[in-house]
Structure formats: C-alpha cells, structure tokens
C-alpha cells in the first residue's frame, strides 16, 4: 500500500480528538464531577468485639509504659498504607476521588479493606508474599518446579478467603504433579537435579515447615543441641524432617512410600540410627490417622497448635507494618514472654478458623495500626519507645516492588487492578521486573527495614521507568494529561500530590509549585510538570510507608 499523506493527517487527527476528548473526561479527577462513591462497610459486631479485646491489650501496655499514643491518621494514609500492604502500590489518583466520597462517619479502613479485597490483585500480591515463606525467591529445579503455578494458586485460595489452615494442610501434604497439584511444588522446590535422590529433601522440609508455618528457627538443631537453651534438641529437628522420609518422586508425581524410613547420624555418634517421626511438643494434639504427612499437616494446624496461630499472626502483621510484631519473623518464642497484642491476635485467629482476611481486617481496625506515624507537636517527634510499642506508625521503607509500584500508579490516573488491559498489565509486569532486578531485591529477608542505598536513590533519579513514566507523553503518562487539561494550575499540583504521596500539598508547597507553573503553556508546561512529579517521586516520603 503506498503512503498517503491525507490518511495520515486523518489518522494523526483521529487520534488528537481521542486525546483531547480523554483529557476533557479527566476532569471527573480535578474538582469537576463525582466518581462512583464507595460505600460503607456493613457494621460487624464480631469483628468490633474482637478489635476491642486486641485494642485493650494494646492500651494497657502503654499505660503500663506511661506513653502516650500519636493521634489517628486521616483517611489518605490509612488507604495508602492499605494499598501498599495488599496490593504493592499506593491508590490511584481515581481510587482517592472514590475514597473522599464515603459519607460522613463510615469507616475508611472498612471501607478500603472492602474495596481491595474485591479485587483479584490483592490475593495476587499477597500470595506472592506469602509464597516467599513458603517456598523462597529461587527458581528451583526447572524440570520438577513450577513457582508461578504455585504463586497462582495460592492467590486464587486468597481470594476465596479459603482458611489458611486448610491451605497449609494441603502443602503439606500434597500429592500429583506439580503442573496440575500445585501445591505439590512445596515438596519439589527442595529437589536436587542430578544428586541421585529419589524425593525431596526431608531437612530443607522440616527447616522450611519450622520458620514459616509454626514461627521456629530449628534449622541450627540438624547438626547439634540448641547452644542457647535446652529448649530444642537434635532428635527433635530429625524427627520432624522424618515426616517428609516417604515421600517420593516418581512419573505421576509426588507420592509416598509407607515403607520407607529415615536415618541420620547423630552429633558425636558413629552409626546412622533409623528416626520415628515424632513432633517436637504438643503430642496431646497429635493423631496418628493418615499418612506421616497428613498427620504432620493436621497437627501442625490444630486449633491447640498456638504457634501456628502466631506465626501466621506475626507474619500477617509484617505485611501491613512493614516490620512484624516479633523480630526476626519466622523466629519466635514458643514459651514467651510475648509482646501486647500477639496473643490476643492469636486466639481471635484461631476463633475464626483461621480466616485470614478477618485478620487483616483485625490488625488493619486496631489502635497501632490507626496511629500517626509522626507527632502532633514537630519540636517532639514520635519517639522510639513509641514506635517500638506500636503507639506510633513505625516508619518503614517500601520494598522494591512496591517502590517500582508507586512509580507506576503514580503516574497513571486509573488504578492498575484487576480490569486493567492486558497491554496495561504486562507492561507493568515487564517494568516491575526490571526495576526490581536493577534496585535489588532483599527476597526471603523483606523485612529487615534496610533503608535505601546511593545506588537505589540513583536509580530513582536518572533510572529508565522514573524517566518514561514522567517524561511528557500525552497518551501514556498522566503526568502530562494532568498538566494540559487541570481547570487550574492549583488543582494540577493537588492532583499531582495526591497521585504521588496520597496526601494534599502543605499551604507552601502548593503556593511554591503553582508560581512554577504560572504562565506556562505547551511543551514549557508539559517540563515543568514533569519536573515537578520528577521531585515528587524523588522526595524521601515517596519511599516509605508513613
């Protein structure tokens, strides 16, 4: 077809009223037309009754301490910090004009918990999250090991809010190929290729169901006595790895042999000696129905299994904070002393049936959660003993995905859920990827509240998704449309904050960035708003959870 100057300007024409017409929709943004309102959460006076009892464990432990809790956060940072936490991004610019319209008096964290729960990318995200302490970051052996099938399940028994006890059960335990039982990938991660092992390892078993299911460190115990107590035991690390002996590899997949025993050799003995599966405490609890591992996965979930209850607590509450109530995550004491709140949170856990997401709705509705991160008075800043107690919001860093997130919906109107084009997904998922490669990331230890390295702020500052995301693009970056369609230079700055910060310019920033944008016009005014979400994605507040 040879090139016609005519059907290119019509086309070029085309596009500029789809343009001009999406940018006059943008105003529903601005100040001009009213979203979809958010409706209120149904009152759930379980729920409340619960809240109350975790909410006075806290309160007595401040009063205990003489500390004085920070005031409760707005709306905006209890959304952010919510949207950070189950789906890896702050609200869109859309999501907050939703947001502000949830009548007087509703509860805006009900209400956002809601909001997220009804949308597919919170399970996606926090299965992910979840899959690092099931299974690690690694790839695993290729031919026997699927992580994103297991990741995709997991997320779809999220988003049914299946219980977290019967979804342990079932990695436990599983049996079938890892392509069509992917929960059967628990098992295969620990395959080595090519070490002439029948099944998966027994030891990287009993350490991994240890840490992430019950909260307990034993790995050290393979080889010796606990050094610090005599609390754990040898015998008891093997005895738990020898509820993983039987099971085997074979043509149709993971499946066990009854007959098969375990054997190890023993600190300061000469021979192997064959190992019974016993578990480590609570054999009262314990049936003996099944095979060894549909025991173990039973016992292991067992409403009188308390440390299961506070693994998955800890755990849970790490995701929202961004630091867990006992530290180091998947290393707590199962004799105590605990700190206010983990048992509270443990019972009401395990009341539920281990309901995962009225967990999160527990933590997301309690006292620490609600608190300020900062103090009302700046010459007396929060302190440490305030964080420390969970009487003040800690201050934690965003971990890499949820940085590149935050770049990503930042500058992009509408929220990236669930009915976001594919196009729209994949690129997001390409752009992710490799930010996350270039910014590193901490993979099993997301937790350690590292705060950013020079190469990290670099990356922020000159890297590629930065640059595209902000650089002017009328039809990809909302940087621009916001810039060329605001009723006014006022309402683009508030626009570009609450897409950025999820919070609305202080009375200098807003007067000091309208000046900038005084007067400007075409590509003058497309820079000057490119630097000005350029500064917003580099302040310090954008990479942290307030």
Same mark, same amino acid.
């Given at each position: 077809? &040879? +090139?016609?100057?005519?059907?290119?300007?019509?086309?070029? &024409?085309?596009?500029?009223?789809?343009?001009?017409?999406?940018?006059?929709l943008l105003w529903r943004h601005f100040d001009s037309g009213k979203p979809a309102p958010l409706p209120a959460a149904k009152p759930d006076p379980a729920l409340a009754s619960a809240v109350a009892k975790v909410n006075a464990a806290f309160l007595a432990s401040w009063t205990k301490a003489a500390l004085e809790p920070t005031p409760e956060a707005d709306a905006l940072t209890l959304a952010r910090r919510l949207s950070l936490a189950l789906t890896g991004a702050p609200p869109s610019l859309e999501e907050i004009r939703r947001l502000e319209s949830l009548p007087d008096g509703a509860d805006p964290v009900a209400a956002w918990l809601d909001h997220l729960f009804a949308d597919r990318r919170s399970a996606d995200y926090l299965a992910e999250r979840f899959a690092r302490a099931f299974v690690g970051v690694e790839t695993g052996p290729f031919l026997v090991y699927r992580r994103r099938r297991l990741v995709n399940w997991l997320g779809d028994q999220i988003e049914t809010n299946r219980p977290y006890g019967a979804v342990v059960r079932d990695l436990v335990s599983a049996e079938g190929l890892w392509t069509t039982k992917p929960e059967t990938n628990f098992l295969t991660v620990t395959l080595e290729e090519g070490n002439g092992k029948k099944g998966p390892d027994e030891m990287k078993l009993a350490g991994r169901t240890a840490r992430a299911f019950l909260g307990l460190s034993l790995d050290c115990m393979q080889c010796h006595d606990d050094f610090f107590g005599d609390r754990w035991k040898q015998a008891d690390f093997h005895?738990?790895? %020898?509820?993983?002996?039987?099971?085997?590899?074979?043509?149709?997949?993971?499946?066990?042999?009854p007959n098969k025993a375990y054997e190890t050799r023993y600190l300061g003995e000469k021979a192997s000696v064959k190992v019974a599966a016993v578990v480590p405490y609570g054999s009262d609890f314990f049936g003996k129905d099944g095979s060894r591992r549909e025991q173990l996965a039973r016992?292991?979930?067992?409403p009188d299994n308390t440390p299961f209850a506070r693994a998955a607590v800890n755990r849970t509450w790490a995701i929202l904070f961004g630091k867990p109530l006992v530290d180091p995550v998947d290393n707590l004491p199962i004799d105590g002393p605990f700190p206010a709140g983990l048992e509270a949170l443990a019972r009401e856990f395990t009341a539920s049936g281990h309901d995962l997401q009225r967990l999160i709705r527990l933590i997301a509705m309690s006292e620490p959660f609600?608190?300020? %991160?900062? %103090?009302?008075d700046p010459d007396t800043p929060a302190t440490m003993e305030q964080e420390t107690a969970w009487a003040a919001f800690p201050l934690t860093p965003l971990r890499p995905e949820q940085v590149a997130g935050s770049v990503i919906q930042s500058t992009t109107l509408k929220a990236l859920d669930s009915n976001t084009h594919f196009l729209q997904k994949l690129r997001r998922f390409g752009e992710t990827q490799d930010f996350v490669k270039r910014y590193g990331d901490p993979g099993e230890e997301e937790f350690a509240g590292e705060s950013g390295t020079i190469p990290q702020r670099l990356l922020l500052m000159n890297g590629k998704l930065v640059r595209e995301r902000t650089e002017p693009n009328p039809v990809m970056n909302s940087s621009t449309r916001i810039a060329r369609y605001s009723p006014s230079d006022e309402t683009a700055v508030k626009a570009a904050f609450l897409?950025?910060?999820?919070?609305?310019?202080?009375?200098?920033?807003?007067?000091? +960035?309208? &000046?900038?944008?005084?007067? @400007?016009?075409?590509?003058?005014?497309?820079?000057? +708003?490119?630097?000005?979400?350029? @500064?917003?994605?580099?302040? @310090?507040? +954008?990479?942290?959870?307030?």
């Amino acid at each position: 077809m &040879s +090139f016609s100057p005519l059907r290119a300007i019509l086309r070029l &024409s085309a596009l500029g009223a789809i343009v001009a017409a999406s940018g006059m929709l943008l105003w529903r943004h601005f100040d001009s037309g009213k979203p979809a309102p958010l409706p209120a959460a149904k009152p759930d006076p379980a729920l409340a009754s619960a809240v109350a009892k975790v909410n006075a464990a806290f309160l007595a432990s401040w009063t205990k301490a003489a500390l004085e809790p920070t005031p409760e956060a707005d709306a905006l940072t209890l959304a952010r910090r919510l949207s950070l936490a189950l789906t890896g991004a702050p609200p869109s610019l859309e999501e907050i004009r939703r947001l502000e319209s949830l009548p007087d008096g509703a509860d805006p964290v009900a209400a956002w918990l809601d909001h997220l729960f009804a949308d597919r990318r919170s399970a996606d995200y926090l299965a992910e999250r979840f899959a690092r302490a099931f299974v690690g970051v690694e790839t695993g052996p290729f031919l026997v090991y699927r992580r994103r099938r297991l990741v995709n399940w997991l997320g779809d028994q999220i988003e049914t809010n299946r219980p977290y006890g019967a979804v342990v059960r079932d990695l436990v335990s599983a049996e079938g190929l890892w392509t069509t039982k992917p929960e059967t990938n628990f098992l295969t991660v620990t395959l080595e290729e090519g070490n002439g092992k029948k099944g998966p390892d027994e030891m990287k078993l009993a350490g991994r169901t240890a840490r992430a299911f019950l909260g307990l460190s034993l790995d050290c115990m393979q080889c010796h006595d606990d050094f610090f107590g005599d609390r754990w035991k040898q015998a008891d690390f093997h005895q738990l790895a %020898s509820f993983f002996a039987q099971a085997e590899l074979n043509l149709t997949g993971i499946h066990d042999d009854p007959n098969k025993a375990y054997e190890t050799r023993y600190l300061g003995e000469k021979a192997s000696v064959k190992v019974a599966a016993v578990v480590p405490y609570g054999s009262d609890f314990f049936g003996k129905d099944g095979s060894r591992r549909e025991q173990l996965a039973r016992w292991i979930t067992h409403p009188d299994n308390t440390p299961f209850a506070r693994a998955a607590v800890n755990r849970t509450w790490a995701i929202l904070f961004g630091k867990p109530l006992v530290d180091p995550v998947d290393n707590l004491p199962i004799d105590g002393p605990f700190p206010a709140g983990l048992e509270a949170l443990a019972r009401e856990f395990t009341a539920s049936g281990h309901d995962l997401q009225r967990l999160i709705r527990l933590i997301a509705m309690s006292e620490p959660f609600r608190r300020e %991160s900062r %103090s009302p008075d700046p010459d007396t800043p929060a302190t440490m003993e305030q964080e420390t107690a969970w009487a003040a919001f800690p201050l934690t860093p965003l971990r890499p995905e949820q940085v590149a997130g935050s770049v990503i919906q930042s500058t992009t109107l509408k929220a990236l859920d669930s009915n976001t084009h594919f196009l729209q997904k994949l690129r997001r998922f390409g752009e992710t990827q490799d930010f996350v490669k270039r910014y590193g990331d901490p993979g099993e230890e997301e937790f350690a509240g590292e705060s950013g390295t020079i190469p990290q702020r670099l990356l922020l500052m000159n890297g590629k998704l930065v640059r595209e995301r902000t650089e002017p693009n009328p039809v990809m970056n909302s940087s621009t449309r916001i810039a060329r369609y605001s009723p006014s230079d006022e309402t683009a700055v508030k626009a570009a904050f609450l897409a950025s910060l999820t919070r609305y310019p202080a009375h200098a920033e807003l007067a000091h +960035f309208v &000046s900038g944008l005084a007067g @400007t016009k075409g590509e003058d005014r497309d820079r000057a +708003f490119t630097d000005l979400c350029w @500064t917003l994605i580099n302040t @310090t507040e +954008f990479s942290w959870n307030r």
